[in-house]
T-cell receptor, first 113, second 111 residues
Framework: GNSVTQMEGPVTLSEEAFLTINCTYTATGYPSLFWYVQYPGEGLQLLLKATKADDKGSNKGFEATYRKETTSFHLEKGSVQVSDSAVYFCALSSQGGSEKLVFGKGMKLTVNP | SQTIHQWPATLVQPVGSPLSLECTVEGTSNPNLYWYRQAAGRGLQLLFYSVGIGQISSEVPQNLSASRPQDRQFILSSKKLLLSDSGFYLC??????????FGNGTRLTVT
């Protein structure tokens, strides 16, 4: 079946540090890939997505590239801020849209000033 | 604009008691509706989804049930809670081709 494996953390970084959160997936066909973010006390919000191989999703300084050859969708940001402290979830949908997403376990990021 | 409301925000219930969590969506019609559970160390698990009134699909066998009495209302229920039902429950909606939109969740503690 479909599955997502991601770094679980928790991870603590200093402000302006470089961030990488690894995510790999197993799926049949050509899934769509997503990163969601959950700020403290809130529900999840879509951060970025990519729907086909080599697509790059980007938002708020975060980027992730859909790599079919390595079945990966790693999230990166060049310079994190305190406000980026949150839990980050990698997810996939094998149905083309965001219906019935399969999520990774999430990774808690804390950014210190 | 569309909004999703989920309540209560927190809930503490004894083992064996019933459960009813409610979720409503405003500003859209005929959405797909979802209940997810986020358990510590286990990520997000899809529990139920619905594509229309009275249409419920269960993803995993469990002690919970879901109902959709109205187009934009989705209810998660249990007749008798277990300790293992503790977790963070998230309601979400989507339309075809749109991303999932989540509510702020309900923290359920079964004691």
């Amino acid at each position: 079946g479909n599955s997502v494996t991601q770094m679980e953390g928790p991870v603590t970084l200093s402000e302006e540090a470089f961030l990488t959160i690894n995510c790999t997936y197993t799926a049949t066909g050509y899934p769509s890939l997503f990163w969601y973010v959950q700020y403290p006390g809130e529900g999840l919000q879509l951060l970025l997505k990519a729907t086909k191989a080599d697509d790059k999703g980007s938002n708020k300084g975060f980027e992730a590239t859909y790599r079919k050859e390595t079945t990966s969708f790693h999230l990166e940001k060049g310079s994190v801020q305190v406000s980026d402290s949150a839990v980050y979830f990698c997810a996939l949908s094998s149905q083309g849209g965001s219906e019935k997403l399969v999520f990774g376990k999430g990774m808690k990021l804390t950014v210190n000033p | 604009s569309q909004t999703i409301h989920q309540w209560p925000a927190t809930l503490v219930q004894p083992v064996g008691s019933p459960l009813s969590l409610e979720c409503t969506v405003e500003g859209t019609s005929n959405p797909n509706l979802y209940w997810y559970r986020q358990a510590a160390g286990r990520g997000l698990q899809l529990l139920f989804y619905s594509v229309g009134i009275g249409q419920i699909s269960s993803e995993v066998p469990q002690n919970l049930s879901a109902s959709r009495p109205q187009d934009r209302q989705f209810i998660l229920s249990s007749k008798k809670l277990l300790l293992s039902d503790s977790g963070f429950y998230l309601c979400a909606w989507s339309r075809a081709g749109s991303p999932l939109h989540f509510g702020n969740g309900t923290r359920l503690t079964v004691t």
